[in-house]
């Protein structure tokens, strides 16, 4: 798989292509669920120190609720708005069912540890059904990794993803 030749829109309102932002540097590109998702916010705040990686988060909300939310989780990293869609569907991340992806035990393990560290649920800012999705992309554009959650809940963590970054 490749990335798809498109243009995106940050946070910063800026347009610019997608490979502008792997093509002098690997790119960990991290599709997240809605902006008041606990695992979103928990998975932004363990990401932050990776300040050596060039991690790129992509979001549903719209500049300013996307802005916003990078300020407020003190991220140093990139995002990506796309709150059509239309990234996630290019990448084809699937949406969730209630039983198998939001009711489980991994689930309701993991919100409680998220919970435990300080991270809660809020509003919905975009699609709560959508299933977030973690991608290696080289600077050739290629995909070298990526990890499509099987629930709203698999994400994941520093160490993964430093992991697939080092050389074979």
Not at 20 to 35: A, G, I, K, Q, T
Not at 39 to 48: D, G, I, P, T, Y
Request: aromatic fraction near 8%; charge should be neutral.
């Amino acid at each position: 798989m490749n990335a798809p030749e498109v243009d995106v829109q940050l946070s910063t309102g800026e347009c610019v292509p997608l490979r502008s932002l792997y093509e002098n540097e690997r790119m960990v590109l991290v599709f997240l669920r809605h902006l008041g998702c606990v695992f979103c916010k928990e998975h932004v705040a363990q990401l932050r120190s990776l300040t050596d990686i060039n991690v790129v988060f992509v979001t549903l909300g719209t500049i300013d609720q996307t802005e916003t939310f990078r300020k407020k989780m003190k991220s140093p990293h990139k995002f990506i708005c796309d709150p059509e869609k239309k990234l996630h569907d290019l990448f084809n991340l699937q949406r969730g069912g209630l039983a198998a992806d939001f009711i489980n035990p991994h689930v309701i393990a993991r919100a409680i540890s998220a919970m435990l560290k300080g991270f809660f649920n809020g509003l919905p800012i975009g699609d709560a059904s959508q299933l977030p999705g973690v991608f290696l992309v080289e600077k050739d554009g290629s995909v070298t990794w990526e990890q499509r959650a099987k629930d709203i809940a698999d994400i994941p963590g520093p160490k993964d993803i430093k992991t697939r970054l080092e050389p074979a």
